[in-house]
């Protein structure tokens, strides 16, 4: 498995708009992309930081995914929203997955 770990701010007072983000992205994923999971978080401590990590079959079909034109496509109106509530460029660290344990 391989993952991405973005990492980005929320400009003030748009903490509000970032399920309509969730909700965006949620609608352009496609069955067979390679996602696993994908996981929004926001810091308790300082809530305008926001993780989102993405968990994928592979790196290769991630950024098959992450090419994909019809994927491009949609992600107009989620960009457009990044455009609007984040501070600055998001940040990406790319991560092999070692092990991953669920609970029961």
């Known amino acids: 498995m391989w993952a991405q770990l973005i990492t980005t701010r929320l400009k003030p007072g748009k903490e509000g708009d970032l399920q309509k983000l969730v909700d965006q992205l949620k609608a352009v994923e496609q069955p067979g992309s390679g996602l696993v ?35 491009q496509e949609g992600l107009q109106a989620a960009r457009a929203t990044m455009a609007e509530i984040f501070d600055g460029a998001p940040e990406f660290v790319d991560l092999t997955v070692m092990e991953e344990v669920s609970g029961e």
């Open 37 to 71: 999971r994908s996981t929004a978080m926001r810091d308790q401590n300082d809530p305008s930081r926001v993780y989102m990590m993405v968990v994928f079959e592979s790196e290769e079909k991630a950024r098959a995914r992450e090419n994909d034109s019809a994927r």
